[in-house]
């Protein structure tokens, strides 16, 4: 990157050194502690690979809504929603918010019918592979590993950056210690462990973004609503948007923000559905937590972007030529706002060293919360895909352990070098936003349709998004140089080549796989082979015990109809199909169609089920229960669609600026929708969570006064 955008620094090395190294010391002490407070009182071993890679499928609506929040809340929802509303006003933090809610709603419609057809996957990529075979697993591990390392190494440059700029420590040393703490209590903890620092991460850079939102919109120098709208209607001629109606920052009807909105959505739709991270969270989750707590979390991250967005970017915008920026005399250059300055400087400006210092918190909370859930799933690619599938398919639970282990340690020595060398190569939030949608892109469709489409033929899947992102990079490329002449960092990263570039890997793979699939070989897939994936269980007893769907199986309910039953393992009979498949209209009605389990097969444990008669771990009850929240997950996609790309914002896109009132009521609708965040994914937890944790605090009660054998 530029080394203009480092000549400020606000902070001390030493305030930058104690951060990274002593956050992340003291997050591996704290997940040390936690794992051994579940091996003790609630009977979970980290060191079994069911529980390492998806939790035992026992975390409920509350954890798996704040961990998928923590997931999505990527140093962009806040560094970089602040740029794009810099840049081009106040369409850019709503589009943003726009484009990570739809995405959380899709994977919770992926997600429960994973569990239908699917309830013993590990990683999305053991479905590919029971599919298509070893070329096709082959291509979706090069692609899944490719997002992987994208996604993550973006978050590191970028809280590197950002470190550097605020304290001015070594830009190489900041690279290497971001996910060297993480890499310690990862390798430790696995998934749960994920999970728990999930909620602490979430928590306390939740609590700060509210505070930040409010503490600089009412700072005195600011003068609040009516103060900002007043700077940016005063500053108008100086602050020009091209794009924009009349050039206002105030104009819904803003070019380049919907340019930014759509590329935003896809390439961010990559980043989710190519990494397993976020397939293993649904894994993880109860049968009933699935959907509730996927859709809870995309009500509660639209007003991260949204709110801290609109008041950071628009305060910077207004007010940088002032003497609130002291130490910007001309204002921020164009390499600070690429490279994510904006809010940073913005929160020092007007809360001082004090936020500058609860910004690093905030940075390390957003930064290390992503990278350790793709440690975890690259992890769970190079131990259960790779190493259990073609090195050693007789190893034992602990084995695929260990190598999972050495998985995150490997993850963190590449990604440390990865991200070297991008810092030092020139590269910056904005230019991996922008750019990286061209490889990221084409196995989006392709891996839906693996789930969704049972006439997707194996060289479809293939070779359709190996095409797509020839494509894409073409396109890309080609824009680029017609419309500038040359092909350089700056030119690679403007908006309309990546544009172009972008929705030509995205969808091209679509009609790749169509054509190929009715064109090349005919093939139709049983969804009845999915059931052939099991748990991973070690015959000697040394591996997982019986996860809490498992227990429920040796003591069937009476009641099928109670929820809090919910997972009973037995054999399924007379199950209905999913209506409605996306493309064919019949794919959905194989899945389970026709099964002739006997009797004397419901009183096995799930591993011991012939697969070959099509036995299903659920019953007829729990699938039904299923069903209804596939049903309920389209359903709220298609609200959130509908209401996020459509009928809120398009109304807006005319010639209109904000009026005072108008403005007022925008920014006061944002930040009450962060408090309801709060409680969504900080408060209700707690109180989802509280059976678990009160059998902790009495195991450790009795534990320490001796009243009584460990719970």
């Given at each position: 990157m530029s080394t203009d955008a480092f000549k400020v620094s606000l902070l001390s090395e030493g305030v930058g050194y104690g951060v990274v190294i002593g956050l992340g010391v003291l997050f591996a002490l704290v997940i040390l502690v936690a794992v051994k407070l579940q091996k003790v009182y609630l009977n979970e071993d980290s060191g079994e690979s069911e529980m390492f890679m998806v939790a035992n499928r026992t975390v409920g609506t509350g954890l798996t809504c704040s961990a998928v929040f923590s997931s999505w809340m990527w140093i962009n929802e806040t560094v970089f929603s602040s740029v794009q509303c810099y840049k081009f006003g106040i369409a850019a933090p709503m589009w943003f918010g726009s484009g990570v809610a739809f995405q959380i709603s899709l994977m919770a419609v992926l997600g429960v019918l994973v569990k239908i057809r699917v309830p013993h996957a590990h990683t999305s990529l053991e479905i590919v592979r029971i599919r298509y075979g070893g070329l096709g697993h082959f291509t979706f591990i090069v692609l899944n590993l490719i997002n992987n390392i994208i996604g993550c190494a973006s978050m590191i440059v970028t809280g590197s950056q950002i470190l550097v700029g605020l304290t001015g420590i070594n830009l190489a040393a900041?690279?290497?210690?971001?996910?060297?703490?993480?890499?310690?209590?990862t390798a430790v903890g696995g998934l749960k462990a994920t999970f728990l620092t999930d909620f602490l991460h979430t928590t306390i850079a939740l609590i700060l973004i509210v505070?930040?939102?409010?503490?600089?919109?009412?700072?005195?120098?600011?003068?609040g609503l009516d103060g900002l709208y007043n700077m940016l209607l005063a500053t108008a001629e100086d602050n020009?948007?091209?794009?924009?109606?009349?050039?206002?920052?105030?104009?819904?009807?803003?070019?380049?923000?919907?340019?930014?909105?759509?590329?935003?959505?896809f390439g961010n739709l990559a980043l989710v559905i190519m990494d397993t991270a976020f397939w293993q969270k649904s894994f993880a989750a109860e049968v009933k937590a699935t959907v509730p707590g996927?859709?809870?979390?995309?009500?509660?991250?639209?007003?991260?972007?949204?709110?801290?967005?609109?008041?950071?970017g628009l305060t910077a915008r207004a007010f940088q030529n002032t003497s609130v920026y002291p130490f910007l005399p001309t204002g921020f250059s164009s390499a600070q706002v690429d490279s994510g300055y904006v809010m940073p400087y913005t929160?020092?400006?007007?809360?001082?060293s004090g936020g500058s210092a609860g910004m690093l918190l905030l940075l390390f909370m957003a930064v290390t919360s992503t990278v350790s859930s793709s440690m975890i799933a690259v992890s769970s690619i190079l131990s259960f895909d790779i190493y259990r599938t073609y090195i050693n398919p007789a190893a034992t639970d602990r084995q695929t352990v260990r190598a999972s282990h050495l998985g995150v340690v490997f993850h963190g020595v590449l990604i440390s070098c990865i991200t070297l060398g991008l810092n030092y190569g020139g590269a910056n939030i904005n230019w991996l936003s922008y750019t990286m949608n061209m490889i990221k892109c084409p196995g989006i469709f392709p891996l839906i349709l693996t789930i969704l489409w049972s006439r997707q033929s194996k060289l479809a899947a293939v070779v359709s998004p190996v095409l797509g992102m020839i494509c894409g990079l073409t396109v890309w490329l080609g824009t680029t140089y017609a419309t500038y002449g040359v092909v350089n960092l700056q030119t690679t990263s403007q908006q309309l080549p990546c544009l172009y570039g972008t929705l030509t890997?995205?969808?091209?793979?679509?009609?790749?796989?169509?054509?190929?699939?009715?064109?090349?070989p005919k093939e139709v897939f049983d969804?009845?082979?999915?059931?052939?994936?099991?748990?991973?269980?070690?015959?000697?007893?040394?591996g997982e015990k019986p996860t809490q769907e498992a227990s429920i199986q040796q003591k069937p309910s009476t009641d099928s109809k109670d929820e809090s039953r919910i997972g009973v393992k037995t054999a399924s009979k007379d199950i209905e199909p999913i209506p409605g498949d996306g493309i064919s209209g019949e794919a959905l009605k194989q899945p389970l169609e026709n099964e002739k389990a006997s009797e004397s097969s419901s009183s096995l444990p799930a591993s011991e089920y012939s697969t070959n008669e099509g036995a299903h771990?659920?019953?007829?009850?729990?699938?039904?229960?299923?069903?209804?929240?596939?049903?309920?997950?389209?359903?709220?996609?298609?609200?959130?669609?509908?209401?996020?790309?459509?009928?809120?914002?398009?109304?807006?896109?005319?010639?209109?600026?904000?009026?005072?009132?108008?403005?007022?009521?925008w920014v006061s609708v944002a930040i009450i929708w962060q408090f309801f965040a709060l409680g969504a994914v900080v408060v209700y937890p707690v109180f989802d969570g509280w059976g678990q944790t009160s059998k902790v605090c009495k195991g450790l009660w009795r534990s320490w006064f001796n009243r009584g054998e460990t719970a």
């Open positions: 900041a690279t290497i210690l971001i996910p060297l703490g993480v890499v310690l209590y505070y930040f939102t409010l503490a600089v919109l009412t700072h005195q120098r600011i003068g020009h948007v091209d794009g924009n109606y009349a050039g206002s920052l105030l104009s819904f009807k803003s070019k380049g923000s919907i340019i930014f909105g759509v590329i935003l959505k996927y859709n809870l979390a995309a009500l509660s991250i639209f007003a991260v972007p949204w709110a801290m967005g609109t008041v950071m929160i020092h400006a007007l809360l001082g890997s995205t969808f091209s793979p679509v009609l790749f796989s169509v054509i190929l699939s009715y064109v090349g969804w009845r082979d999915f059931l052939s994936i099991g748990l991973v269980k070690d015959e000697d007893g040394e771990p659920f019953d007829a009850a729990t699938l039904a229960y299923l069903r209804h929240w596939y049903k309920i997950a389209w359903g709220f996609l298609i609200f959130i669609v509908t209401t996020t790309f459509v009928a809120w914002p398009l109304p807006l896109y005319r010639n209109y600026i904000f009026t005072r009132s108008f403005f007022s009521g």
